[in-house]
């Protein structure tokens, strides 16, 4: 992540951001997960500023560049507090009405010509290969389900990617029905190239184990 992508992630007014939805919701997970830890002295997103702020991993030149950006983005979340005002809930309306009405309902309406009925599609499939599909299913809080296809060659990171079967609210049935029919069209699971697991045991807070 750069500075550029914390300006497109905050270019709009804050009761239609996305961004300031998350950022509220972090704030208050992270002090839920942390309240629960009994082996570190870390108990909330500000304590975890001060450490990175303290031990610099990665904030100094010539260290690992994605993690500046990163720690400018908590810092950006403890200033909101977690609290759920009218802003918070504004930007709720907005992104709901954006990503439901007028965007995975109204994309189930296919409509190619406007002197006919639309029909009613049984499902959006999206080649989901950077996560944009489950992004939007999660704003509107609608149902996905996501097979996965295959895997980035090693040099572009070794990173699985999938197909995205979307529907509205309560259709799940829909979804079950044609991921599966899809997944055995492909060949089913077992001819899926398996991903690496890259350091999925690496710590990086003061946790004792």
Not at 102 to 115: E, N
Not at 156 to 176: D, I, K, N, Y
């Amino acid at each position: 992540m750069t500075p550029a992508d914390i300006g497109v992630r905050n270019e709009r007014p804050p009761h239609e951001s996305e961004f300031h939805i998350c950022a509220v919701e972090f704030y208050n997970g992270a002090k839920d997960y942390f309240a629960g830890l009994k082996n570190t002295s870390i108990r909330s997103l500000e304590d975890v500023i001060a450490w990175n702020n303290k031990h610099h991993e990665g904030a100094a030149p010539g260290d690992d560049p994605g993690f500046p950006y990163g720690h400018d983005l908590l810092v950006q979340v403890a200033e909101l507090k977690g609290v759920k005002d009218e802003t918070y809930y504004r930007a709720l309306r907005f992104v709901q009405e954006q990503s439901r009405e007028k965007g995975i309902d109204a994309a189930l309406r296919y409509q190619p010509d406007p002197s006919k009925p639309a029909i009613q599609l049984d499902a959006l499939i999206i080649a989901d290969r950077k996560g944009s599909g489950q992004q939007m299913a999660a704003q509107a809080g609608y149902p996905i389900i996501t097979i996965p296809v295959g895997v980035d060659k090693e040099e572009a990171g070794g990173r699985p990617f999938g197909l995205s079967f979307h529907q509205t609210a309560w259709g799940e049935a829909q979804l079950v029905k044609w991921a599966s029919a899809v997944e055995d069209l492909l060949g089913g699971p077992q001819v899926r190239p398996r991903p690496k697991y890259r350091e999925h045991l690496a710590t990086n807070i003061p946790i004792t184990p």
